[in-house]
Structures are given as C-alpha cells and as structure tokens.
C-alpha cells in the first residue's frame, strides 16, 4: 500500500513538473513585439501575467497590459488593457479596456469598454460600452452604450442606448432607446423609444415611442407623430395619424369663412379620428394667396340611420405669404372648436357640415381675429369598407 501511494506521488510530481517545464518563464510573458517576447505563442503556452508594447499569446489566464496591442489566440480569462486594441481569438470572460477596439471571435461575458468599436462573434453577456459601435454577431444579453450604434445579428435582450440607432436582426426582449432609429427585424418584448422611428418587422409587444412607429402586428402601445400596424391590434395608438386595419380613410373637400378653400384626409378609428388638412385663403379672395395646414382631432357618434354627429379641436398654422407686405403677420396659428353634421349617402359618399369657434394669434402672441366659423363639403371614402 506504501509502495503504491509513493508510486502514484511520484507520476503526479513528475506530471506537474513536466507541465510547468513546457510552460516557458512561468506563464509570464514580457513582450517588445511579436516573437520578441519571454513566452512563445504555440498551443502548449498559457500566460498568467502579461506586459508589453505589442503582445501575442496562445492563452490568457490573468492579467495582460500593453500599449499597443494585446492579441489572445484562443481564449482570455481575466484582465486585458491596451492604449490601441484587444483582440481574442476564442472566447473572453473577464474585463476588457481598450484605446480604439475590443475584438472577440466567439463569445464574450463580463464588461467591454473601447473608444470606438467593441465586436463578438456570436453571443455577449455583460456590458459594452463603446464611443462608435457594438457589434454582436449572434445573442446579445445585458447592457450596450454606444455613440453610434448597436447591432445585434440575431435577438438582443435588456438594454441598448445608442446615439443613432439600435438594430436586432430578429428580436428585442428588453428596452432599446436610439437617438434615432430601433429596428427589429421580427418581435419585440419590451420597448423601443427614438426620437425619429421605431419598426417592428413581425410582432410588437410592448410600447413603441417616436415620431413614426411600425410593426406588422402590435399587442401593446404605439405613441408618436404617425402610427402604423398591418394586422389585428390588443392595444391603444395615440398621435397625430393613427392607421390600422380598421382606419377608414377618407378624402374631404370643403370650404367656409375660415379657410376658403380646403382639401383634407380623414383617418377614422370607429369613434376616434383625425384630420390632416391644406387650405388656400386665410384672407378674402382680393388680398393676395394665404395659406393654411390644419390638424383636428375629435370624436364621432351615430345619430340616425345615416346621419352622425361629431365634435373636434383643431390647430391652424398660416402662412400669410406677399400679404406681409401689406400690414398682415408673416405667420398665424389659429385655436378651433367645431361640431359637425354628416349625412352617409353611402359607405364611400357623405356630405357635412359645421359650425364652430375660432381664434387667431400671431406668434408674438398678438391676437388677430376671433369669431364663428362655418364649412360645409364632402367626404369620400379612399379605403376598402369592411361589411358589417
């Protein structure tokens, strides 16, 4: 028993000596350049601890500093920093600081932080923080900062802020806020807010917040300037221009005191709708050619067969043109209350009238003119209506 317990004492110590005798200079590699180093870099060597200039190592386990460049073959387990790029063949588990790049052929978990561009091959769990672009070839899950952009290849999940855009080539579950644009290619679980456009290629399910959103199919809220879904909708849109499925839009010609001559399009969601308006003639017809854009929005209820009832606030930008040369503002906004009669001759054919309230400012806040306003016209329906 003795006999065996040295024997196998002896195989042990003569395996651990011949493994650190093939590991050169202790795993510490001290390096100028490539090849002009303490440590080769062939398959057998693992580093523990690394300074140079320009460094290349098969394997990092542990701490490797440079001011330029550090290059791990295969994988890196714990601390590399350079002044210009860390590049890592394998995986990296652990921290990572770079001057310009982090590069990273597989996977990458722990924290990546660079002047301008951090990239993973395929999947990133942990932080990246970059002053251009990150790049994730695959997965990504945690935190993505970039100036730039942040771009997933395939789903992201939890947070990305980018300075222009956000971008997962399949799906989102998580939060993304782009200075101006989210993209997903299919799902989204979460939120997407920008200030220009969000777009959903598939499934939203959550909340969209910009000026222009998009998804194909929505379960949640879309919020912005124009808002847009192809499929059936379990949520609420609010803006400016809702459209869905169910929107009913419509061409409107009309004209009154107000604006003589009007051109509109009405988008109707069962009660709700909105109206985004081109008018000619704020002024009488012998001044010279006044202009006008007008958005209303309100609400519209049944009264008898055929004939509704409706009632909306409105806002008027004026463009008085040559008449400023004449003692007229150069530009107005008008504040208007109106309620309306509609008679549906048909589903595509309906005639209307109104009555309301209207008052003008110049934008110094000098007012212009107040009184009652009246329009009358018709409404033709440009979209499919569904059968009842």
């Known amino acids: 028993m003795i006999k065996r317990t040295l024997a196998t004492a002896a195989v042990l110590l003569a395996a651990v000596v011949g493994l650190t005798a093939q590991n050169k200079s202790a795993?510490?590699?001290?390096?100028?350049?490539?090849?002009?180093?303490?440590?080769?870099?062939?398959?057998?060597?693992?580093?523990y601890f690394n300074v140079g200039f320009a460094s290349v190592m098969n394997r990092l386990n542990g701490v490797g500093v440079n001011l330029l460049a550090g290059t791990t073959l295969r994988d890196m387990n714990g601390v590399q920093v350079a002044g210009i790029?860390?590049?890592?063949?394998g995986s990296m588990r652990g921290i990572q600081v770079a001057g310009i790049t982090n590069v990273n052929g597989d996977n990458m978990s722990g924290v990546a932080l660079s002047g301008?561009?951090?990239?993973?091959?395929?999947?990133?769990?942990g932080i990246l923080v970059t002053g251009l672009t990150n790049i994730v070839g695959n997965q990504s899950c945690g935190l993505m900062i970039s100036g730039i952009t942040?771009?997933?290849?395939?789903g992201a999940s939890g947070v990305h802020i980018a300075g222009l855009a956000n971008i997962a080539g399949r799906s989102l579950n998580g939060v993304m806020l782009g200075?101006?644009?989210?993209?997903?290619?299919?799902?989204?679980?979460?939120?997407?807010?920008?200030?220009?456009g969000n777009v959903t290629g598939n499934h939203l399910s959550g909340m969209q917040v910009g000026l222009l959103n998009f998804a194909n199919k929505a379960d949640g809220v879309q919020i912005g300037l124009?808002?847009?879904y192809n499929e059936g909708m379990k949520g609420f849109q609010l803006g400016l221009v809702n459209a869905n499925p169910d929107t009913q839009i419509q061409l409107m010609l009309y004209g009154g005191n107000s604006t003589k001559l009007n051109a509109g399009v009405r988008f109707k969601n069962q009660l709700f709708y909105t109206i985004v308006g081109v008018g000619g003639y704020f002024l009488d017809f012998?001044?010279?050619f006044s202009g006008a854009l007008s958005y209303r929005a309100g609400l519209e209820l049944p009264l008898i067969d055929k004939l509704f009832v409706s009632g909306d606030l409105g806002y008027q930008h004026i463009e008085t043109f040559k008449n400023k040369d004449y003692?007229?503002?150069?530009?107005?906004?008008?504040?208007?209350?109106?309620?309306n009669l509609e008679y549906r001759f048909t589903e595509r054919l309906g005639l209307f009238a109104t009555g309301g309230y209207s008052k003008s400012w110049d934008y110094s806040g000098n007012g212009f003119k107040k009184g009652m306003i009246w329009e009358v016209g018709t409404a033709i329906s440009l979209s499919k209506v569904k059968s009842k």
């Open 116 to 125: 301008l561009v951090n990239i993973a091959g395929n999947r990133a769990n």
């Open 179 to 196: 200075g101006l644009l989210n993209v997903t290619g299919e799902s989204v679980k979460g939120v997407q807010v920008s200030a220009l």
């Open 85 to 89: 790029a860390n590049a890592v063949g």
């Open 150 to 154: 942040n771009i997933a290849g395939e």
């Open 327 to 339: 003692g007229y503002p150069k530009r107005l906004y008008a504040l208007q209350a109106r309620v």
């Open 286 to 288: 012998d001044d010279k």
């Open 27 to 47: 795993g510490i590699n001290l390096s100028l350049w490539k090849n002009i180093s303490t440590q080769p870099a062939d398959s057998t060597q693992t580093t």
């Open 226 to 228: 124009v808002n847009f």
